[in-house]
């Protein structure tokens, strides 16, 4: 399966806060679904909002929404991190900030019903397993 991740940054500090950590983890989320083989989806993007001082992605908390592209085969998974909880994240280890929003992503994905069908928890958990992160 094909998967992208991106970000998208509120403000200049989160750019450089968070830009470097998404681009380090783009490899291994592309390895760990790399051999994954699910009917009805051959591509997934993800793309990490993370709130900043021009915009404050996800105001009213964390999020993920999911659009499904049936004729595309296509998925995009929209991760919403407010400012706040950008801000409280620790900076020592910012790779475990963003392992942890990428899983608890995947598993409070509001799926549309077009693609209930799949098997998106086993997304979630092998993610959840490749990242190397125990979430609740």
Request: charged share 20%; no cysteine.
């Amino acid at each position: 399966m094909e998967v992208s991740l991106g970000g998208r940054m509120g403000g200049p500090e989160a750019g450089v806060a968070w830009l470097a950590g998404i681009v380090q983890l783009r490899p291994k989320l592309k390895s760990a679904l790399a051999d994954l083989s699910v009917d009805g989806l051959r591509t997934i993007d993800v793309e990490l909002w993370i709130g900043g001082s021009i915009t404050d992605y996800g105001p009213d908390g964390f999020s993920s929404t999911a659009k499904y592209y049936a004729k595309k085969e296509s998925l995009l998974l929209a991760i919403s991190v407010p400012q706040a909880v950008a801000a409280a994240a620790t900076q020592e280890r910012p790779d475990q900030a963003l392992r942890g929003w990428l899983a608890d992503g995947f598993n409070s994905a509001k799926l549309p019903r077009s693609a209930q069908k799949l098997p998106f928890a086993l997304i979630a958990q092998t993610v959840q397993s490749a990242l190397d992160i125990t979430r609740q």
